[in-house]
């Protein structure tokens, strides 16, 4: 459900980016606005907060935003507090900014292995990629997942391709029982 919201949010702030031609400008803002959340958690909190009341809310967001942030941008964080949606922010954030790349010819690769990944892994991972993938450049985020036990999984946008061990044992797990059962 998340991911929709994030995706469907994201989708929105990217259209109205492209058309009113600040895509630039909106990402820029995008990325001033996670520093000064992550300086200013409480904010965040406060936004959040139960038993603050939504109107409260839209004046502190209009009287902190107003002026600082396109108009855009401003209007679209509003419509976030008003729809109750400010918790999806960051996840909306990502989502405009891997849209930003991807027409600029970028994929965000998110690449999860049980154990660090030597120089030459990488650049092989990153080669399939180019080579499998519509895109020019790829930015790379390398995760460990011990529990993985082998393999790997990659996230390019949507799309994820699990080749782990985990997974396969899953897989097989879900298999025996379809034999048992049937």
């Not at 989502?95 to 600029?104: P, S, W």
């Not at 390398?142 to 790997?152: K, R, S």
């Not at 061990?165 to 379809?178: A, C, F, P, W, Y």
């Amino acid at each position: 459900m998340a991911k929709l919201i994030s995706k469907t949010y994201g989708e929105a702030l990217y259209e109205v980016a492209v058309e009113s031609g600040k895509t630039r400008e909106i990402l820029d803002e995008i990325e001033q606005v996670r520093g000064i959340l992550k300086q200013n958690p409480d904010f965040a909190k406060l936004m959040l907060h139960p038993s603050i009341s939504k109107p409260e809310k839209l004046k502190v967001a209009e009287d902190v935003f107003r002026g600082r942030l396109s108009e855009e941008l401003t209007g679209f964080l509003l419509i976030l507090v008003e729809k109750e949606r400010f918790q999806e922010l960051d996840k909306i954030f990502e989502y405009f900014a891997e849209q930003v790349k991807a027409a600029q010819g970028i994929g965000v690769a998110y690449v999860t292995t049980p154990m660090e990944l030597d120089a030459p892994s990488r650049s092989a991972v990153e080669a399939k990629l180019l080579e499998t993938t519509p895109f020019t450049q790829m930015e790379m985020h390398y995760l460990t997942d011990p529990e993985l036990i082998g393999g790997i999984i990659i996230r390019v946008g949507d799309r994820v391709a699990d080749g782990s061990v985990r997974n396969k044992l899953n897989e097989l797990t879900q298999e025996l029982l379809q034999v048992q059962l049937g």
